[in-house]
Protein backbone atom coordinates (compact mmCIF):
# COMPACT_ATOMS: atom_id res chain seq x y z
CA UNK A 1 0.00 0.00 0.00
CA UNK A 2 1.53 3.60 -1.02
CA UNK A 3 1.75 5.79 1.98
CA UNK A 4 2.10 9.86 0.94
CA UNK A 5 2.15 12.60 3.32
CA UNK A 6 0.62 15.71 1.92
CA UNK A 7 1.85 19.03 3.67
CA UNK A 8 0.27 21.47 2.81
CA UNK A 9 -1.68 24.51 5.21
CA UNK A 10 -4.45 25.23 2.69
CA UNK A 11 -7.50 22.62 4.13
CA UNK A 12 -9.30 23.28 0.08
CA UNK A 13 -5.89 21.68 -1.53
CA UNK A 14 -5.21 19.25 0.75
CA UNK A 15 -8.49 17.97 -0.03
CA UNK A 16 -7.92 18.05 -4.00
CA UNK A 17 -4.88 16.50 -3.50
CA UNK A 18 -6.48 13.72 -1.87
CA UNK A 19 -9.33 13.45 -4.34
CA UNK A 20 -6.57 13.30 -6.97
CA UNK A 21 -4.93 10.50 -5.14
CA UNK A 22 -7.54 8.14 -4.40
CA UNK A 23 -8.93 8.67 -7.88
CA UNK A 24 -5.64 7.43 -9.65
CA UNK A 25 -4.38 5.09 -6.85
CA UNK A 26 -5.35 2.25 -5.54
CA UNK A 27 -5.54 1.42 -1.74
CA UNK A 28 -3.28 4.21 -0.88
CA UNK A 29 -2.85 5.94 2.61
CA UNK A 30 -2.59 9.51 2.96
CA UNK A 31 -1.12 11.25 5.82
CA UNK A 32 -1.93 15.07 5.87
CA UNK A 33 0.00 17.81 8.46
CA UNK A 34 -0.87 21.48 7.91
CA UNK A 35 3.00 23.49 9.65
CA UNK A 36 6.31 22.44 8.64
CA UNK A 37 6.88 21.57 12.16
CA UNK A 38 4.61 18.36 11.51
CA UNK A 39 5.67 17.68 8.25
CA UNK A 40 9.74 17.10 9.38
CA UNK A 41 8.28 15.26 12.44
CA UNK A 42 6.42 13.03 10.17
CA UNK A 43 8.92 12.10 7.81
CA UNK A 44 11.55 11.74 10.03
CA UNK A 45 9.64 8.98 11.99
CA UNK A 46 7.34 6.91 9.27
CA UNK A 47 10.24 5.39 7.12
CA UNK A 48 7.65 3.92 5.18
CA UNK A 49 6.37 6.96 3.18
CA UNK A 50 6.26 6.58 -0.56
CA UNK A 51 6.35 10.28 -1.45
CA UNK A 52 6.11 13.63 0.21
CA UNK A 53 3.86 16.60 -1.78
CA UNK A 54 5.07 19.64 0.07
CA UNK A 55 4.12 23.50 -0.32
CA UNK A 56 7.07 25.72 -0.32
CA UNK A 57 4.31 28.30 1.65
CA UNK A 58 3.79 27.26 4.73
CA UNK A 59 3.96 28.35 8.54
CA UNK A 60 7.78 27.58 9.40
CA UNK A 61 8.91 27.65 6.44
CA UNK A 62 11.41 30.63 4.55
CA UNK A 63 11.78 30.40 1.00
CA UNK A 64 13.48 26.52 0.20
CA UNK A 65 14.44 25.73 3.81
CA UNK A 66 11.21 23.73 4.59
CA UNK A 67 12.19 21.33 1.03
CA UNK A 68 16.00 21.31 3.06
CA UNK A 69 14.34 20.58 6.49
CA UNK A 70 12.62 17.60 4.94
CA UNK A 71 15.58 16.55 3.03
CA UNK A 72 17.54 16.43 6.33
CA UNK A 73 14.97 14.91 8.15
CA UNK A 74 14.30 12.10 5.38
CA UNK A 75 16.68 11.76 2.86
CA UNK A 76 15.75 8.38 1.33
CA UNK A 77 11.88 9.47 0.41
CA UNK A 78 11.68 11.23 -2.72
CA UNK A 79 9.73 14.84 -2.38
CA UNK A 80 8.06 16.62 -4.90
CA UNK A 81 6.83 20.52 -4.42
CA UNK A 82 3.07 21.88 -4.92
CA UNK A 83 3.31 25.26 -5.96
CA UNK A 84 1.23 28.28 -6.81
CA UNK A 85 4.30 29.21 -8.70
CA UNK A 86 5.34 28.84 -12.30
CA UNK A 87 8.70 30.44 -12.07
CA UNK A 88 10.92 28.80 -13.92
CA UNK A 89 14.00 29.91 -11.31
CA UNK A 90 11.91 28.66 -8.51
CA UNK A 91 11.57 25.16 -9.95
CA UNK A 92 15.25 25.41 -10.94
CA UNK A 93 15.80 25.66 -6.80
CA UNK A 94 13.75 23.43 -5.76
CA UNK A 95 15.68 20.54 -8.09
CA UNK A 96 19.23 22.41 -6.54
CA UNK A 97 17.52 21.67 -3.38
CA UNK A 98 16.58 18.13 -3.84
CA UNK A 99 13.17 17.93 -4.96
CA UNK A 100 12.27 15.19 -7.53
CA UNK A 101 9.52 17.35 -8.96
CA UNK A 102 8.11 20.48 -9.39
CA UNK A 103 3.99 20.33 -9.75
CA UNK A 104 1.98 23.90 -10.43
CA UNK A 105 -1.19 23.86 -8.58
CA UNK A 106 -3.10 25.05 -11.38
CA UNK A 107 -2.34 21.52 -13.39
CA UNK A 108 -5.03 19.27 -14.45
CA UNK A 109 -5.94 16.24 -11.64
CA UNK A 110 -4.47 13.71 -15.06
CA UNK A 111 -1.03 15.70 -14.88
CA UNK A 112 -0.85 15.84 -11.16
CA UNK A 113 -1.80 11.94 -11.13
CA UNK A 114 1.14 11.65 -13.62
CA UNK A 115 3.75 14.07 -12.14
CA UNK A 116 3.09 11.65 -8.85
CA UNK A 117 3.75 8.51 -11.07
CA UNK A 118 6.50 9.30 -12.71
CA UNK A 119 8.64 10.81 -9.07
CA UNK A 120 7.59 7.55 -7.81
CA UNK A 121 8.91 5.42 -10.71
CA UNK A 122 12.24 6.96 -9.64
CA UNK A 123 11.95 9.85 -12.65
CA UNK A 124 11.93 13.88 -12.19
CA UNK A 125 8.73 15.87 -13.17
CA UNK A 126 8.80 19.28 -14.28
CA UNK A 127 5.68 20.55 -16.38
CA UNK A 128 5.82 20.13 -20.02
CA UNK A 129 5.64 23.39 -21.08
CA UNK A 130 8.72 24.45 -18.99
CA UNK A 131 10.72 21.50 -20.06
CA UNK A 132 12.73 23.39 -22.56
CA UNK A 133 13.54 26.12 -19.90
CA UNK A 134 16.72 24.70 -18.69
CA UNK A 135 15.64 23.25 -15.57
CA UNK A 136 16.87 19.98 -16.45
CA UNK A 137 20.37 19.83 -18.09
CA UNK A 138 20.98 15.80 -17.29
CA UNK A 139 24.26 14.94 -14.98
CA UNK A 140 25.95 17.93 -13.55
CA UNK A 141 29.11 17.98 -12.36
CA UNK A 142 30.86 15.98 -10.06
CA UNK A 143 32.25 19.24 -8.40
CA UNK A 144 28.18 20.39 -8.58
CA UNK A 145 27.06 17.07 -7.13
CA UNK A 146 29.18 17.44 -4.11
CA UNK A 147 28.21 21.14 -3.55
CA UNK A 148 24.89 19.76 -3.22
CA UNK A 149 25.08 16.91 -0.79
CA UNK A 150 26.89 20.01 1.18
CA UNK A 151 24.39 22.06 1.07
CA UNK A 152 21.69 19.47 2.03
CA UNK A 153 23.40 19.67 5.52
CA UNK A 154 22.81 23.22 6.18
CA UNK A 155 19.78 23.66 8.36
CA UNK A 156 17.50 26.30 7.95
CA UNK A 157 18.96 28.81 10.43
CA UNK A 158 22.13 28.68 8.43
CA UNK A 159 20.77 28.70 4.72
CA UNK A 160 19.15 32.11 6.41
CA UNK A 161 22.42 33.22 7.44
CA UNK A 162 23.98 32.57 3.82
CA UNK A 163 20.91 34.05 1.88
CA UNK A 164 21.89 37.05 4.17
CA UNK A 165 25.21 36.80 3.05
CA UNK A 166 24.76 36.54 -0.55
CA UNK A 167 22.81 40.06 -0.51
CA UNK A 168 26.23 41.99 0.74
CA UNK A 169 24.96 42.29 4.49
CA UNK A 170 27.82 42.66 7.82
CA UNK A 171 26.89 40.57 10.75
CA UNK A 172 25.55 42.85 12.44
CA UNK A 173 22.68 43.99 9.83
CA UNK A 174 22.12 39.97 9.71
CA UNK A 175 21.65 39.76 13.64
CA UNK A 176 19.36 42.12 13.47
CA UNK A 177 16.99 41.54 10.51
CA UNK A 178 17.31 37.84 11.97
CA UNK A 179 16.63 39.07 15.52
CA UNK A 180 19.57 37.01 17.00
CA UNK A 181 22.59 38.04 18.64
CA UNK A 182 25.64 38.60 16.29
CA UNK A 183 27.61 35.95 17.63
CA UNK A 184 25.26 33.29 16.86
CA UNK A 185 25.55 35.22 13.22
CA UNK A 186 29.08 34.41 13.78
CA UNK A 187 28.54 30.63 14.74
CA UNK A 188 26.17 30.05 11.81
CA UNK A 189 28.59 31.36 9.57
CA UNK A 190 31.38 29.35 10.33
CA UNK A 191 29.16 26.29 10.25
CA UNK A 192 28.40 26.70 6.85
CA UNK A 193 32.28 27.47 5.94
CA UNK A 194 32.64 24.24 7.56
CA UNK A 195 29.58 21.94 6.29
CA UNK A 196 30.60 23.53 2.50
CA UNK A 197 34.38 22.76 2.98
CA UNK A 198 35.59 26.64 2.26
CA UNK A 199 37.51 29.07 3.40
CA UNK A 200 35.76 32.46 3.07
CA UNK A 201 32.56 33.90 2.89
CA UNK A 202 33.21 34.96 -0.27
CA UNK A 203 33.37 31.57 -1.32
CA UNK A 204 30.41 30.65 0.44
CA UNK A 205 28.38 32.95 -1.41
CA UNK A 206 29.64 32.10 -4.73
CA UNK A 207 28.70 28.30 -4.50
CA UNK A 208 25.55 29.37 -3.38
CA UNK A 209 25.08 31.95 -6.44
CA UNK A 210 26.56 29.04 -8.55
CA UNK A 211 24.23 26.42 -7.67
CA UNK A 212 20.96 28.90 -7.50
CA UNK A 213 20.94 28.91 -3.96
CA UNK A 214 21.26 32.79 -3.56
Do not use: W
Not at 150 to 165: D, M, N, Q, W
Amino acid sequence: MPKFLVADDHPLFRDALRQVIEEYFDDVEIIEVSTLEEAVQRASEDFDLDLILLDLRMPGSEGFSGLVSIRNAAPTIPVAIVSASEDPDAIRRGLTCGAFGFITKSSPKARIAEAIQTVLAGGTYVPDELENADLVTGPRSTLDHEFQKKFALLTPAELSVLHHLTEGKPNKIIACELDIKESTVKAHISSVLRKLGVNSRTQAVLAAQKLGKA
